[in-house]
């Protein structure tokens, strides 16, 4: 390996983006399969006998599918956004003090949009 850094760099950032790519994907599907979930869910006619604590458990689920949902949301979010990033040129820049935040945090943490020091120090 003879590369420059800047070189490796750009390819770790190309790597980043494949994965963040497939992560969104992936969501992108996972999202579709529970808004499924939900329209099922709904449109399931509610047997004559039901009981109340049935019903109760039907509610449960709603909400645990629906902060599923949101959580999911979140994440797809979060990788449009890197997307844009990396789309602009802005991408593994910290948002704080405008220096590259190091690879191996965007390797653990694509989305991170501040260095570590800025980040422990709650800078904005
Ligand atoms: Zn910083």
């Known amino acids: 390996m003879t590369e420059i850094a800047t070189t490796t760099r750009q390819s770790d950032l190309a790597e980043i983006r494949r994965q963040v790519e497939s992560e969104k994907a992936r969501l992108d599907h996972e999202l579709g399969q529970l808004s499924g979930m939900a329209a099922n869910g709904a449109g399931r006619e509610a047997p004559?006998?039901?009981?109340?604590?049935?019903?109760?458990?039907?509610?449960?689920?709603?909400?645990?599918?629906?902060?599923?949902?949101?959580?999911?949301?979140?994440?797809?979010?979060?990788?449009?956004?890197?997307?844009?990033?990396?789309?602009?040129?802005?991408?593994?820049?910290?948002?704080?003090?405008?220096?590259?935040i190091a690879i191996e945090r965007l390797r653990a943490l694509?989305?991170?949009?501040?260095?570590?020091?800025?980040?422990?120090?709650?800078?904005?």
């Open 48 to 100: 004559f006998h039901e009981h109340p604590t049935e019903h109760a458990g039907e509610m449960e689920e709603h909400e645990r599918l629906q902060a599923i949902r949101e959580n999911l949301q979140q994440m797809y979010e979060q990788c449009e956004d890197a997307l844009g990033r990396l789309e602009r040129g802005e991408y593994g820049l910290c948002r704080s003090c405008s220096k590259e």
């Open 110 to 124: 694509p989305y991170a949009t501040r260095c570590v020091p800025c980040k422990e120090a709650k800078r904005d």
